[in-house]
């Protein structure tokens, strides 16, 4: 103890002369650590802030979602004696200008309709400030009132009070929508919003059987019920529904993975600036002791033990480490407070201060620090004065001592550890870590055989060359922990910059030769004839295909529930909710199956199945595996008769469920149907199905 104490009152005399030597270490464990810090701040504030609003961004405590079809009598009995209720149904739709003749601007909407007692929490925010029910009332001759964003009168030119026309019923504008509390729980938009009533809604025609419709009833428990009581009650007394039941807890289930996804991979990111950093600061460590040979050696040559010298620079070298992650832990904990002030956030954000991201950020620039400077001390351990003075005019080598290599290598475990423990994809975080850690031995590598081919090249005539040389392979040169810090940083912005390139490649240049020019949605049975004669009047159009599509839910495999079920995680998002299938006699010609067979046209037997491949090998399918679906609250049980490769970065018509016709062909669908036409032709296409087909949504 008493070396403890004599060690400490020298590292902090040390210090009183300030930073110096220590400059760059501090600076990159700093600049580390509010990388990390920063990130992980955000990241708590943006998921905090959705769950204190989660009763405003759902709707209710309880959100219970449906495709197709509401809640039965017996499910809103079960429901309403558990809570008030409040129910919408969310589609897409064409809205246009007046009363919808052939000159009329036209757009895509995303409409919702509500109840009266719609929300049951928050405001609808409108302009004028208006009650929301007399902003949707109907006058006596059957015009409805709506409200739209101002989004919708700007592409249409129209003002408030001015007409529009939603499938088969006028409506007039009441209010401009600037605040709609339910929003960001309805998933990504196409169109503007616009807010109708439910009997103004089934005026319109566009609810007919198939169409493509997501009721949602939204619940606000009774004070004596929970929300995961309601779940227990809700999947015992209706198992077989096919509803999804979102509550108050995760509001927004895609988006807090997104946010928990790009926190992990910013935090993976500022994990390597530390490393790079890390580098750094093991570097100006050896740098400091080069300064401090001569008073190691005087230490030691009356009568101070190894122990004792190395204690007095980890201590101070810790200190200062200290310093740095408290003073980068305190700039990323300022960060979301500056963002707050400085951007027009789209989520809620609860601007707080999360310490359990500062406690880990510290703990990473700690453990850094000890990882990266520890083998570096052992010298003031291991030398002799003879030769550390020696030292001063000619670097002797030296083997360090197990112990602090195992204490360096222990410290470099312990942050792996706790950064996989943390993450919320472990086992890719331990690939990402171990990608660095090859990373570093590469490079490390590199300057070795670097080093070699220099001390083995003719000695140049230039002396200039020679002693630029000479500096590289000396003893003691800092060229390894060079190359080392610059690869991994060059690499990590040369990987950012190509991911980014190829996202952008794919997206800008890939994607609008593959992808059709239009998608129409909710092409009815009875229309689909005409609508095949309207797209064939176009010369220019190609690739016309209409696919029926059904709405349904993958409920067991094997015959295990997939509650049950092991489901890798990269396949769960396809039980998640119901899925777009489809049903064909014949597999597109273009099907790219790798394992099983096609079922013949004529086929009328047994369901069967043909299957995504990925997501077949994450749920541990197999051709011949059972799949359970649940259509319209009807389970079918199907067989798998074989495998896909499914490319959804195309842009065309992509199913990972086609079954075989002969049951499913009878349940009530709609089509879903892709053209590609010429550049001019694309305006005169949109009229004339726009026109002609007013229930039919066009993308």
């Known amino acids: 103890m008493t070396e403890f104490v004599l060690a400490l009152r020298l590292a902090v ?47 209710g405590d309880i959100a219970i979602e449906l495709v197709h079809r509401s809640l039965t009598p017996d499910e809103r009995t079960f429901v309403s004696a558990r809570g008030k209720t409040s129910d919408t149904a969310a589609l897409r739709a064409m809205a246009y200008a007046g009363q919808g003749g052939t000159a009329a601007g036209r757009t895509l909407v995303e409409l919702k309709a509500v109840d009266g007692a719609y929300p049951l929490y928050g405001t609808a925010g409108l302009s004028p400030a208006i009650p929301l029910s007399t902003a949707l009332g109907c006058d006596k001759k059957g015009v409805c009132g709506s409200v739209a964003e101002q989004a919708l009168l700007d592409r249409l030119n129209i003002g408030r009070h001015d007409l529009v026309r939603i499938g088969d019923q006028v409506f007039r504008i009441s209010a401009v929508l600037t605040d709609e509390p339910d929003r960001l729980s309805g998933g990504f938009s196409l169109g503007p919003h616009v807010i109708i009533s439910q009997m103004a809604l089934h005026r319109t025609g566009l609810v007919v059987p198939g169409s493509l419709i997501s009721y949602t009833t939204h619940v606000k428990l009774n004070p004596d019920i929970t929300a995961a009581a309601f779940r227990r009650a809700a999947d015992a007394h209706f198992p077989d529904s096919g509803w999804q039941i979102r509550d108050r807890d995760n509001p927004t289930p895609g988006t807090s993975r997104f946010i928990r996804q790009a926190g992990m991979f910013l935090t993976l990111a500022a994990l390597t600036i530390l490393a790079v950093a890390g580098v750094g600061a093991g570097q100006s460590v050896s740098a400091f002791l080069d300064r401090k040979r001569d008073e190691i050696a005087t230490l030691k040559a009356i009568g101070a033990e190894g122990g004792t010298i190395f204690l007095i620079f980890f201590l101070q070298v810790m200190m200062i480490a200290g310093m740095a992650s408290v003073a980068g832990a ?13 951007a027009n956030l789209p989520l809620p954000i609860a601007f707080k201060i999360h310490l359990r991201n500062l406690t880990l950020a510290f703990l990473f620039g700690t453990l850094s620090a000890a990882a990266f400077s520890l083998p570096a001390l052992s010298r003031t351990h291991e030398m002799t004065p003879a030769s550390l003075f020696r030292d001063i005019v000619s670097s002797a080598r030296h083997r360090s001592h197990w112990l602090y290599l195992a204490g360096g290598l222990g410290a470099g475990v312990i942050l792996i550890c706790l950064s996989v423990a943390v993450s919320p994809s472990p086992v890719f975080s331990a690939w990402f870590l171990a990608g660095t850690a090859g990373v570093v031995a590469l490079f490390r590598l590199t300057s070795e055989i670097f080093r070699f ?34 690869g991994i940083g060059l690499t ?132 011949g595996s059972s799949l359970t679906l649940n259509v319209l609250g009807r389970e079918l049980e199907t067989r798998i008769a074989n495998l896909r490769r499914v490319d959804f970065s195309s842009g065309r018509q992509n199913f990972i469920i086609i079954l075989s016709p002969g049951l499913i062909d009878q349940a009530p669908h709609s089509f879903l149907a ?26």
């Open 453 to 486: 081919v220099l001390t083995r090249l003719p000695r140049p005539r230039f002396v200039a060359i020679r002693m630029a040389i000479a500096g590289l392979t000396r003893p003691g040169a800092s060229a390894g922990t060079v190359i080392v810090a610059l």
């Open 13 to 59: 005399r040390e210090l009183r002369s300030g930073l110096s030597g220590f400059r760059i270490f501090f600076t990159c464990l700093f600049l580390g650590v509010a990388s990390i810090a920063a990130v992980g701040s955000l990241s708590d504030a943006f998921l905090q802030g959705l769950a204190e609003q989660g009763r405003v961004l759902l709707g």
């Open 492 to 623: 990590l912005l040369a990987t950012v910059t190509l991911l980014e390139g190829t996202i952008s490649r794919e997206v800008d240049a890939n994607l609008p030769i593959t992808a059709p020019s239009f998608y129409f949605v909710d092409v009815q049975p009875g229309q689909a004839s005409s609508f095949d004669k309207t797209i064939a009047g176009f010369r220019s159009a190609r690739n016309y295909q209409r696919t029926p599509m059904i709405r349904g839910r993958i409920v067991a495999l094997n015959g295990v529930p997939v509650a049950r079920a092991t489901i890798a995680a990269s396949a769960r998002w396809a039980v998640n909710g119901d899925r777009g299938l489809t049903y064909a006699a014949s597999l597109p010609a273009d099907a790219d199956i790798v394992q099983g067979q096609r079922w013949s046209a004529n086929y009328r037997g047994p369901p069967l199945v043909s299957f995504d491949a990925e997501l077949a090998e994450g749920m541990g399918l197999k051709v």
């Open 330 to 342: 305190a700039l990323g904990a300022a960060i979301p407070f500056l963002v707050e002030r400085s």
């Open 674 to 699: 892709t053209v590609s036409v010429a550049r001019d032709d694309e305006e005169r296409l949109y009229r004339a199905i726009t026109d002609a087909f007013p229930t039919v949504t066009t993308v």
